[in-house]
Nanobody
Framework: QVQLVESGGGLVQTGGSLRLSCVAS????????MGWYRQAPGKQRELVAV???????NYADSVKGRFTVSRDNAKNTVYLQMNSLKPEDTAAYYC?????????????WGQGTQVTVSS
């Protein structure tokens, strides 16, 4: 079992920055990828950024060049640095992690943290 606790959301003006944090606990030694998804009201949840335990990253096209996902394995924490924020970035952001045990992949989700970007 993995527990994910997020922080760092808030209200920011267009062009501003926020840094989201997600701390993992539980069976953390088996975690492979960690990352961030977001969901706006009336929209489907979408991938924002993912980072593997080895540091490989993948970003949604809409955030490339503006967002950076990073990972501190010693602190069991994944971060999302968000710069040049736009109103369309407004959403609930969810931390996620996956792990494999006995050949079975399982996904874990944080509670979500709200990011609101005003024009």
């Amino acid at each position: 079992q993995v527990q994910l606790v997020e922080s760092g959301g808030g209200l920011v003006q267009t062009g501003g920055s926020l840094r989201l944090s997600c701390v993992a606990s539980g069976s953390i030694s088996s975690i492979n990828a960690m990352g961030w998804y977001r969901q706006a009201p009336g929209k489907q949840r979408e991938l924002v950024a993912v980072i593997t335990s080895l540091g490989s990253t993948n970003y949604a096209d809409s955030v490339k060049g503006r967002f950076t996902v990073s990972r501190d394995n010693a602190k069991n924490t994944v971060y999302l640095q968000m710069n040049s924020l736009k109103p369309e970035d407004t959403a609930a952001y969810y931390c996620y992690a996956d792990r494999v045990r006995l050949g079975i992949k399982r996904d874990y989700w944080g509670q979500g943290t709200q990011v609101t970007v005003s024009s």
